[in-house]
């Protein structure tokens, strides 16, 4: 294909979505067009953060048997901390998953 047909192609493409091009403000349209793209921005970090999990869980059954050797070591002392940081955990998800907390989180 030269240059030359490739405008044509183009022109012809313009032309034909310029009959079909929705209204400036068309609320569907925009909606339908952002879900779209936040489907395929969840896709690439999903499939960019696989790996990662899949190193940590294959870690984490690797060295299963020295953390259960830790854990009934220093179980007893490291009890609250523990405590504290599923307190900790569990707050910060409830303020993350709060409908205001995008209006705030962009402040």
Do not use: Y
Not at 20 to 44: K, N, S, T
Not at 62 to 79: D, R, Y
């Amino acid at each position: 294909m030269s240059g030359s047909e490739g405008l044509r192609d183009d022109a012809l493409l313009a032309a034909l979505w310029a009959e079909d091009e929705p209204a400036a403000g068309d609320p569907a349209f925009v909606i339908a067009a952002m879900q779209r793209l936040e489907r395929r921005r969840l896709m690439v970090n999903v499939i960019w953060l696989a790996p990662w999990a899949a190193a940590g869980a294959a870690a984490l059954w690797a060295l299963e048997p020295h953390l259960q050797e830790l854990a009934s070591a220093f179980g007893p002392v490291l009890q609250p901390l523990n405590v504290a940081a599923v307190a900790a955990g569990l707050a910060s998800a409830w303020l993350l998953t709060r409908p205001d907390a995008a209006a705030h989180a962009a402040v």
